[in-house]
């Protein structure tokens, strides 16, 4: 048996990832403020502005963390002002990510890295939100350098390794709470290996000095954690006469204890002190255990992380105890009580239906390579299939769903397709029969299953009929010829082929239709029409002989409308938001263009309604796919125009039911 040679040099290990980080730069470069800004990209992109203007930076946990706002302000100040500079950093930590699994090379094999950075490179899911002012591109970058440096760690036990997961998981704390979710079920899964040691210890039948590596990860980890662990407090809520992660937006800060809102007024009250007193034991607790595994490298831990942390949270230091306070409580607490409110409010399939549509060409061979790497396990494998199976369970049941989680799911499904496929290449037969046999295989089969796809999606059924025995006739002929090493082969094949189609996939998603509320992964995203909206106002202003920061502009904020509205005016001198009771006396009070929900235009067209010179026109503010999918239930697997609009929309992205929006109305006074 002959498999494909792994043999690389470090030089051309170097040339290929550079050309891998090169081209998904380009990719995700790319025409990358084709998009009007999502809502949440218009709040992390003002936000940033603000620090970037020396105007501090407060923690907030409904926008995740700090790390996102001082790398986009440092980019703003660096580079300049502009939507592409805003998504350039996601875009730089998404082109990295591709690399990064070359440097765990050792665990993958040299063709599993060449296919994770494959499957990153190309996956619809991975370059979306690669070219997205969210934190989801940082994440992924974060865990997955996470998962490299324990598992160098734990092969040489260099103490620089600990060193890299405390700076990983400050960076990761400091910049999304779904690190909580990550680090859980990693340690859930050292706390499974180390099962028998941990009892020991507990036992004291052995000491925490001479613990595992594996012990150590976890307990350097656990230790990490720990303190920003007490919010959990919440969870028995119902049961305890106080409350310590409040929930009511009326009662104060939504996560954190009831009257903390006091502290501003030196009153401590009694729900705050216990949350102290909370943290500091479970600090105290995290000292003792990290003294006594090993008192130096601990701390030199700590200090690494508590610099990154507090430095973050506290916003450089320019607002230490609020920061510590909403850091190390309300980061955890505000997405607990999230848990109930259920934002998104997904059916349980959500996730399911967006890989289905999106990351086929990752779903289809992890159903074969779960089972196999279960039957054919290594440590590693073993880590990887609880990662993955620890994602899917939690992103699943959690309350909130919404389409960037995706691809915290897709991170582990990359790196097991990984090694289930250097074990399919690596054990490949290709040396039975003549390199061109193979090439000739491959490309009449890919050729010819391309060409029917494409007159299935012409309609030219006949033609598509004809087209399919030819790749099944030419694959039996090949089975024969290569006998026992077939299946691998066609399975290698099967999955090139794949990636192929969802290239074209992520092309159509990422650029033909990055605009188009048909698309699933686009959730809820700001409309194209806010573009004629800054143009007009660009030719008012011009109209008006005034520049254009100098306009008079009324923003309607009903419904969160003043978004990204506040982004794109954030250098206007007199701009006015208010809401439904503040319109008519804008409009009567001021020379303005209003920009209005199309709830309350009749209350600007009375107030208008003996004014002739004034015009309007109305526009989409936001669109949405019509979330048809949540009527599925078991009557509908049975319904074959189902199943027929399903396949329309996989192929062809056609809906069944018109796209939602949310409409609005633009006034401005006559030429």
């Not at 300049?80 to 591709?98: C, D, H, K, M, Y």
């Not at 934190?135 to 036990?157: E, K, P, Q, T």
Request: with cysteine; glycine share 8%.
């Amino acid at each position: 048996m002959t498999g494909i040679s792994s043999d690389l040099s470090r030089t051309k290990i170097g040339l290929i990832v550079s050309i891998l980080i090169l081209t998904a730069f380009c990719l995700r470069i790319w025409d990358i403020d084709m998009r009007v800004l999502h809502h949440d990209e218009s709040l992390h992109a003002y936000y940033s502005w603000v620090l970037y203007k020396g105007d501090g930076y407060v923690h907030n946990p409904m926008m995740h963390g700090p790390f996102q706002f001082f790398l986009t302000a440092s980019l703003f100040k660096t580079i300049g002002i502009s939507e592409t500079v805003l998504r350039l950093a996601p875009a730089l930590f998404g082109s990295l990510l591709v690399g990064l699994p070359w440097l765990i090379r050792d665990k993958l094999g040299t063709w599993g890295a060449v296919a994770c950075s494959f499957f990153l490179l190309t996956s619809p899911s991975f370059l979306y939100f690669s070219r997205f002012a969210r934190n989801d591109a940082y994440m992924c970058l974060w865990h997955l350098a996470l998962v490299i440096a324990i598992w160098r760690y734990i092969d040489s036990g260099l103490h620089r390794y600990l060193y890299a997961i405390g700076a990983l998981m400050g960076l990761a704390f400091a910049t999304k709470e779904t690190t909580f979710l990550t680090v859980g079920i990693f340690a859930c899964y050292l706390i499974v290996v180390s099962r028998r040691e941990i009892l020991a210890v507990l036992m004291a039948k052995k000491s925490l000095n001479t613990i595992s590596r594996h012990c150590s990860i976890l307990l350097i980890m656990g230790t990490l954690t720990l303190p920003q662990l007490g919010a959990t407090v919440g969870l028995l809520q119902g049961y305890i006469p106080l409350i310590l992660v409040n929930s009511e937006p009326t009662s104060g800060a939504i996560g954190m204890p009831a009257g903390s809102e006091l502290l501003s007024q030196g009153i401590i009250s009694n729900q705050v002190l216990v949350a102290i007193g909370i943290v500091g034991f479970l600090s105290l607790l995290a000292i003792v255990f990290g003294t006594a595994w090993n008192k130096t490298v601990w701390w030199r831990i700590v200090a690494i992380f508590a610099g990154i942390w507090l430095f973050l949270f506290t916003g450089a230091f320019t607002n230490v105890f609020e920061g510590i306070g909403t850091g190390i409580w309300q980061s955890l607490g505000y997405w607990l009580v999230q848990h109930d409110v259920a934002r998104g409010d997904q059916p349980w399939f959500y996730y399911l239906m967006l890989l289905l549509t999106y990351e086929f060409h990752i779903l289809v061979p992890l159903m074969i390579s779960v089972p196999y790497l279960l039957k054919y396990r290594s440590p590693f494998s073993n880590f990887l299939l609880f990662w993955l199976g620890g994602s899917v369970l939690f992103y699943f049941i959690a309350g909130e769903k919404m389409p960037w989680l995706v691809i915290n799911m897709g991170l582990p499904s990359v790196m097991v397709l990984g090694v289930f496929i250097n074990h399919l290449v690596v054990n490949a037969n290709f040396s039975r029969i003549s390199s061109l046999t193979h090439i000739g295989w491959f490309l009449v089969t890919v050729c010819s299953l391309s060409g029917a796809l494409l007159m299935f999606a012409q309609g030219n059924i006949v033609i598509m009929f004809f087209l399919i025995p030819l790749p099944i006739a030419i694959t039996i002929w090949y089975c024969q010829r290569n006998n026992s090493y077939c299946v691998r082969n066609i399975a290698l094949v099967s999955f090139v082929l794949l990636g192929l189609i969802s290239s074209m996939v992520s092309l159509r998603t990422n650029y033909v239709q990055a605009n188009d509320p048909s698309e699933l992964i686009a959730y809820t995203q700001s409309s194209a029409d806010l573009k004629l909206v800054l143009d007009k106002t660009e030719e008012m202003a011009g109209l008006q002989g005034v520049p254009r920061e100098s306009i008079d502009i009324f923003v309607d904020t009903t419904d969160g409308y003043a978004w990204p509205w506040v982004w794109y005016f954030r250098d206007f001198t007199s701009v006015v938001y208010g809401d439904s009771n503040g319109i008519a006396k804008s409009v009567l009070d001021r020379d303005a263009i209003m920009l209005i929900n199309a709830k309350n235009t009749k209350i600007v067209d009375d107030a208008l309604l003996n004014t002739q010179d004034y015009e309007w026109f109305d526009y989409q503010h936001r669109e949405w796919h019509p979330e048809s999918y949540r009527d599925f239930n078991t009557k509908v697997l049975m319904d074959t125009k189902s199943w027929g609009n399903a396949f329309d929309y996989l192929l062809f992205r056609e809906l069944d039911s018109s796209t939602g929006s949310a409409k609005a109305r633009m006034y401005f006074r006559g030429e």
